[in-house]
């Protein structure tokens, strides 16, 4: 497949590109996430229930991402977009994708590096609030503070735009995610529906996998730097 600047792509990463940068993937065999169940801490009754456990466990989440820094699959996404019509979505929170330099990306799940207040909605960056014990509250309305973060129960953000373009798209390219988590799992279905190919880079094969027309096992970064630039060359 060749692509110049008028193909329209569009990509989907998880997970799985992220953990080659040191991040913790979602949920490891024993459905935790960094030994906290995910209930505890991913939920909005968790939020109520415990936000101080929610915002220590957030807190580290966000100090993790900081450390952890783009790796090859992420630059190789990135001369994908240079040369080419890209849209990128990602499941992931940590913002490695514009670290990288990747300028259309739709964080559906969310991001670590903000929050907002549940009362009035404003925004706030988190290196603003303070790293202490006591919970944050909004500096205008005084209403409690809560990560920028898509919890189990909650609509995952940009879901128009992303339909919108994955019905016009020629190439749909899905990288480190499992195809069983929903509803990003059914992107490729509407892909496929409207005539995209669709091409998926991961160490295991996606539970989606009838809706697959080229399988590239393998990690992110030793793959798509060179498929890249046998599609864009």
Known sequence: ????????????????????????????????WEQHRIEDVATPEA???????????????????????PNAGHKALVSLEQNSHLT????????????????KVFEMH????????????????????????????????EGLIRPDIVWFGEIPYFLNEIQNVLKKCKLF??????????????FVMTAKYFGARTVYVNLDEPGNMSFIDEFHHGKAGDILPDLIKKWTS
């Open 88 to 103: 990128l979505v990602t499941q992931n929170v940590d913002g490695l994708h514009k670290r990288a330099g990747s300028k």
């Open 173 to 186: 390219l899905i990288v480190g995610t499992s195809g069983t988590v929903y509803p990003a799992a059914g």
């Open 47 to 69: 939020f109520v229930r415990d936000p101080a456990l929610v915002w220590k466990f957030y807190r580290a989440r966000y100090l993790q991402s900081l450390q952890a820094q």
């Open 110 to 141: 969310g991001r670590l590096s903000s929050c907002f207040c549940t009362m009035c909605q404003t925004k706030f960056d988190m290196q603003d609030i303070q790293f202490e014990d006591e919970l944050p509250y909004c500096r205008k309305c």
């Open 1 to 32: 497949m060749k692509i110049d600047h008028s193909t329209r792509v569009v990509v989907l990463t998880g997970a799985g590109i992220s953990a080659e940068s040191g991040i913790q993937t979602f949920r490891d065999s024993n459905g935790l």
